[in-house]
């Protein structure tokens, strides 16, 4: 029966180890072939496993909505808000619970170590105030989410925010929110779940731009639905995704207010999954590096399509691309991949856009379909060198080609409005 009853307390989750560990790998920068791997040949997922067992004491319940001591509670049907304070760790485990709070945070987290949460059934929080609060569940600490239940938020502000680090691993969440569905100030792991998101602000936030080593996210799976005005995946420094499925759908056109649909500051380093964009700005967007292995992207862009301002490095994988520009970025290189590209400006194109490197385009293979709908830009345009050194491009375009210094067509098929070319010639050129 006593084990029975610790059984009953053991959370199934992530420990606050793994937070440690996974971000010891996002404060590096990754370098090409970036493998599944995130720390000492372990995945996200493996660490989880190894290090998911905390036990928590058997708790006394929770009296008036207020949990004062480290424990584990089961947070069941009808209640109000409910705070925490403590500094001790605390699960909570949420059974068909149904939370509605009028005063702010339907789970307010006021003082604690880190906070687990077990979803389990089918829950709700409904959080609204007339006064400005954080989010319908906020903590200052981390904040640990796992299970296979669901939990559905409505939020009058944002929907749920840590001043700390987020780790989701597991169950369903679907969020309402009038700011950002899932925020965290330091960094944002998601290893498994389901998340749902309509958002007037941002859909999944990583936010602390003051440090270089925190506003890392993490995404090492899941399936994620998310429509906002703002910034869908947004994180202040680099992003690393590796696998799930990522649909997002950015509406707002508020001039000064982002609405990329992925934007890192720092990098975008994607690896596998399937990822379908609609945005009324840009689809992938970082000041710094985007290096993509594999994977299927579908993007329908206002403006661009993928836009690096340092390196763009696409070493294979599926895109098929609607939008006013294409790729853009100083240095780009296409190794592989099936790429279908209609564009109004340039599908590809290299300016420069930062000190690093010399503007180029290097096309080392692949299949490359492009059409430019107008006539006056180049389908392929670089301020500084054109390298084609294999890969076949079929190209509808009045302007094909540009280059600011050299050109140098070493193997391949290039199709230009029907008939093969043997040589690159300049065009007329736009910009």
Same mark, same amino acid.
């Given at each position: 029966?006593k *084990?029975?009853k610790?059984?009953?307390?053991?959370?199934?989750?992530?420990?606050?180890?793994? =937070?440690?560990?996974?971000?010891?790998?996002?404060?590096?920068?990754?370098?090409?072939?970036?493998?599944?791997?995130?720390?000492?040949?372990?995945?996200? #997922?493996e660490?989880?496993?190894k290090?998911?067992?905390?036990?928590?004491?058997?708790?006394?319940g929770i009296?008036?909505?207020?949990?004062?001591?480290?424990?584990?509670y089961t947070?069941?049907?009808?209640?109000?808000?409910?705070?925490?304070d403590?500094?001790?760790?605390?699960?909570?485990?949420?059974?068909n619970?149904?939370?509605?709070?009028?005063k702010?945070?339907?789970?307010?987290?006021?003082?604690?170590?880190t906070?687990?949460?077990?979803?389990?059934?089918?829950?709700?929080?409904? #959080?609204?105030?007339?006064e400005?609060?954080?989010?319908?569940i906020?903590?200052?600490?981390?904040?640990?989410?796992?299970?296979?239940?669901?939990?559905?938020?409505?939020?009058?502000?944002?929907?749920?925010?840590? *001043?700390d680090t987020?780790?989701?691993?597991?169950?369903?969440y679907?969020i309402?929110?009038?700011?950002?569905?899932?925020?965290a100030?330091?960094?944002?792991?998601?290893v498994a779940?389901?998340?749902?998101? *309509?958002?007037?602000?941002?859909?999944?936030?990583?936010?602390?731009?003051?440090?270089?080593? =925190?506003?890392?996210?993490?995404?090492?799976?899941?399936?994620?639905?998310?429509?906002?005005?703002?910034?869908?995946?947004?994180?202040a420094?680099?992003?690393?995704?590796?696998?799930?499925? /990522?649909?997002?759908?950015?509406k707002?056109? /508020?001039?000064?207010? #982002?609405?990329k649909?992925?934007?890192?500051?720092?990098?975008?380093?994607?690896?596998?999954?399937?990822?379908?964009?609609? #945005?009324?700005?840009d689809?992938?967007?970082?000041?710094?590096?985007?290096?993509?292995?594999?994977g299927?992207?579908?993007?329908?862009?206002?403006?661009?399509?993928?836009? @690096?301002?340092?390196?763009?490095?696409?070493?294979?994988?599926?895109?098929?691309?609607?939008?006013?520009?294409?790729?853009?970025?100083?240095?780009?290189?296409?190794?592989?991949?099936?790429?279908?590209?209609?564009? /109004?400006?340039? @599908?590809?194109?290299?300016?420069?856009?930062?000190?690093?490197?010399?503007?180029?385009?290097?096309?080392?293979?692949?299949? =490359?379909?492009?059409?430019?709908?107008?006539?006056?830009?180049?389908?392929?345009h670089?301020?500084?060198?054109l390298?084609?050194?294999d890969?076949?491009?079929?190209?509808?375009?009045?302007?094909?080609?540009?280059?600011?210094?050299?050109?140098?067509?070493?193997?391949?098929?290039?199709?230009v409005?029907g008939?093969?070319?043997?040589?690159?010639?300049?065009?007329?050129?736009?910009?």
């Open positions: 029966m *084990d029975k610790n059984n009953n307390y053991t959370i199934i989750g992530i420990s606050i180890l793994v =937070l440690f560990i996974i971000f010891i790998f996002a404060s590096r920068t990754p370098k090409k072939n970036v493998n599944s791997k995130f720390f000492n040949g372990e995945t996200a #997922s660490i989880s496993e290090y998911r067992i905390a036990t928590f004491h058997e708790s006394s009296e008036n909505d207020m949990i004062s001591k480290g424990g584990s947070v069941t049907g009808a209640h109000n808000c409910i705070t925490v403590t500094s001790d760790h605390v699960q909570l485990i949420l059974v619970a149904d939370i509605t709070c009028t702010g945070p339907g789970i307010s987290i006021k003082n604690a170590d906070v687990f949460f077990m979803i389990n059934g089918e829950n709700r929080i409904t #959080s609204t105030s007339t400005k609060f954080e989010g319908a906020y903590s200052p600490s981390d904040l640990v989410f796992s299970g296979e239940g669901s939990l559905t938020i409505a939020s009058s502000e944002s929907g749920i925010v840590t *001043d987020l780790v989701i691993n597991g169950g369903t679907i309402t929110s009038q700011k950002t569905g899932m925020k100030n330091n960094n944002f792991a998601v779940g389901i998340i749902n998101i *309509d958002a007037k602000g941002k859909g999944i936030e990583a936010r602390n731009s003051e440090n270089s080593s =925190l506003g890392y996210m993490v995404i090492d799976g899941g399936t994620f639905q998310i429509n906002s005005e703002q910034e869908g995946i947004s994180a420094t680099d992003l690393n995704i590796q696998q799930g499925t /990522v649909t997002i759908e950015t707002g056109e /508020v001039k000064g207010v #982002s609405s649909a992925i934007h890192a500051k720092n990098s975008i380093n994607i690896i596998g999954g399937a990822y379908y964009i609609k #945005s009324t700005e689809g992938l967007y970082s000041e710094g590096n985007i290096e993509i292995e594999n299927s992207v579908t993007i329908n862009a206002k403006n661009d399509a993928i836009h @690096a301002t340092t390196l763009l490095e696409i070493f294979d994988g599926y895109y098929a691309v609607a939008s006013k520009t294409g790729f853009i970025g100083t240095y780009i290189i296409i190794t592989r991949g099936t790429f279908t590209i209609s564009t /109004v400006n340039q @599908a590809i194109f290299a300016s420069k856009k930062s000190v690093a490197y010399y503007p180029t385009i290097e096309i080392n293979g692949g299949e =490359l379909s492009i059409e430019i709908i107008s006539d006056n830009y180049n389908a392929i670089s301020k500084g060198d390298f084609i050194n890969g076949t491009l079929i190209l509808k375009a009045k302007s094909p080609f540009y280059y600011g210094r050299k050109v140098d067509f070493k193997k391949g098929t290039i199709y409005n008939t093969e070319i043997k040589t690159i010639k300049k065009t007329p050129r736009k910009e």
